[in-house]
């Protein structure tokens, strides 16, 4: 089966074309196809492209704290709420944060004898490569491109006449004229076989800074044949520009000059990763076949096409794949795909957006991908520990949720984002699920311990203890404020609070999984006595008079359920502590979905649905976690299926915001809520099929990885289901079936074995 996504116009988003552009990466370069057929715009973009950032001063605003805490407990909270981030203010804070930047524009000149017709722009996700065909009377024009996983090039194939040019990316807003790089220097050279394109040019920075003179550019040999225009380029994003124009051309010059002999070195390493796991739905769906458009034209009209299903859970996993890597930084919340030189949003989220996008990998098979956002935050740590112990007098590590490379030191002060403590916690979950997911000892003992120390040095130093109980203040539940705050009025928006259920529960997990650890680690027994304690220790949850979960366990701070994140539904998803708890505990957290689909409806945004699918499939419906999906297809899909953080159009699915910002996170939350409703995994449980959907009659997935050491793949249709199971160590575990029925499996390492159910 081929994954492609097909589009029969071209990029067409008004002020902002890049938006519905075709994405191609590697990880490392990135490319945005715009898709015209005459004055073609193909944009160039590299992982490292951040600028306009500094890493300056953080002040030592800690001694603030005790007086923070004093009037939050006596119900002063708009005063409390605003009290670091004003002495962050006062006393200097001058830290910047970066922003990605475009490296350049290919620019291609066709021109046009009697008009297009045959249109088709088309992304084949196996492949990598991008496709766009038209007629322009009997002639047939195609251009075609791919960035190299095994050559680290730009790859453009086009018509021979062609007029090629290589510049500076110029913004597509309408009436801008802001100029965001200087000092462009472009030279072409013409040698007998091909001409080549030096550009070199300077993004507008923070004057003074370490990135306020950085170079960037492109090296591009254009080859011309009879038949075609062959544009060769690679990206360069610090040093000098006439060593490194240098360097691009050796490297250029070192690879084969044919477009299929690149595209065979590139495919298979690509295909490899793409195809660890696939997924397809009722068997040779014809709407494989349909355009972008037609299936969401379907969506709005009849329920949730499953070819779109499908290229959905295709694409979010392609997006993961092609935006980042083991040696590369993070995928953002915009990739590098952005053409904005100021994005909206562009930096790495922490208060659920970052873990987001890498939900799927580990099930996914994609364990390696983790790195990115590992290598990130160990490579900080001293920063993060500065944070902890200038912001709230702690030891170990604070994680501010706004993060962008090279800006890790709280560059927000807003009071929402620096009075949050729980983004170390929540993104210490990764670290020890891909222990759960691999086993590797090694990476257990020198990488996930010591980031789970660190972090729960901060918790024993920033919890406050009331009898045997300790306390979480100040306390956020992101972004969420109480709905009504001791009879204050209804326009009351601090968020600050005392113990909202998320710090709870991710301060619960972060110990619950030191102590799993010191199972298979000889550990002190004093450290892991202070873990014990701070875990028998912790608050118990509550619930509403309709049986849903508290977002807070203070009485003082009543539950809004008109808002888009879904932090206190955390013990069921992502988190694990109560995701098999017993079907009350189940229906309870259900519950807590539903009213975000119902009572919070026009209060969502794409990521909150595609967050809500995952929980709702945790909870065993399927139903309304295919609803959640729907949602996210009505309301923030563009031409590309890039989502939208919320819908432009007051549809009344999402938050009404004055402009739509684009951010891919609900890409991957979408194939991560695919792969949560048909496997459910714990370190000793499997549940196939745990929350199908009717329409889903027949379809197959696999392999997945699971916590329990089994990859697994399925095949259900009709009443019959196939679980094809193969063991990454020696493990036995319970295998649930839809079935309601359970069998005790145990597998030796490499064991292969094949069930079939009628269920």
Known sequence: MEYKMLMNRPASWWGDTWREGTPLGNGSHGAMVYGSVTNERIMLTHTNLWRKGSDGTLPDVSDKLPEMRELIRQGKIA???????????????????????????????????????????????????????????????RTKSFVSRADDVVVIETAHDAKISIGPHKSDAINDKNEYITDINIEVKTEADAAWHYYKGIAKGVEGSDTDKLEQGVVARVTKTADTTLIVCRVFYDGNHSKKWDEMREHILNLPNSYNELLSRHEPIHSELFSRCKFKLGGENSGRKMTNRQLIDEAYNSGLPNALVERMWAYGRYLLIISTGKDSLPCSLTSFFSGDYNAAWAFNMANINIEMTYWQALPGMLSEYMFSMFDYYDSNMDILRDCAKKLYGCRGIYICSVTSPGSLRAPITAPHIINWTAGAGWIAQHYYEYWLYTRDMDFLVNRALPFLRETALFYEDFLLWENENWYVCPSISPENHTQNYKGQPSNFRAQSSINATMDVAVIKEVFANLLAISKVVDLPEAETATWQKFLEGAP????????????????????????????????????????????????????????????????????????????????????????????????????????????????????????????IDANMGWTSAVQEMLLYSDTDRIDILPALPKQWVDGEIGMLATRCGAYVSLKWGGDKVVVMLVSAYDTSFELYLPSGDKLDISLKKGEEKTLDFVC
């Open 79 to 141: 005063e409390a709420d605003v009290m670091l981030t004003n002495a962050m203010k006062e006393r200097g804070h001058n830290i910047k944060r970066a922003f990605p930047v475009p490296a350049a524009d290919v620019n291609i000149y066709i021109k046009p004898q009697e008009g297009f017709t045959h249109y088709l722009r088309e992304l084949s996700m196996d492949k990598a490569e991008s496709v766009v065909s038209w007629r322009d009377g009997e002639t047939k024009r």
């Open 540 to 663: 118990a949850y509550k619930y509403n008079p309709d049986g849903s979960p508290r977002e807070w366990l203070d009485d003082d701070y009543p539950d809004n359920d008109f808002h888009r994140h879904q932090s206190h539904l955390y013990p069921v998803f992502p988190g694990l502590e109560l995701s098999r708890a017993g079907a009350d505990t189940l229906k309870a957290y259900r519950l807590g979905g539903i009213k975000r689909l119902t009572i919070g409806l026009e209060y969502q945004s794409s990521w909150a649905y595609a967050q809500n699918a995952s929980l709702l499939a945790r909870c065993g419906d399927g139903e309304n976690a295919l609803k959640s999906l729907w949602h996210i297809a009505k309301s923030s899909l563009m031409e590309n299926f890039f989502t939208l953080h919320n819908d432009w159009r007051d549809m009344g699915l999402t938050l009404q915001m004055q402009v739509a910002p684009y951010q």
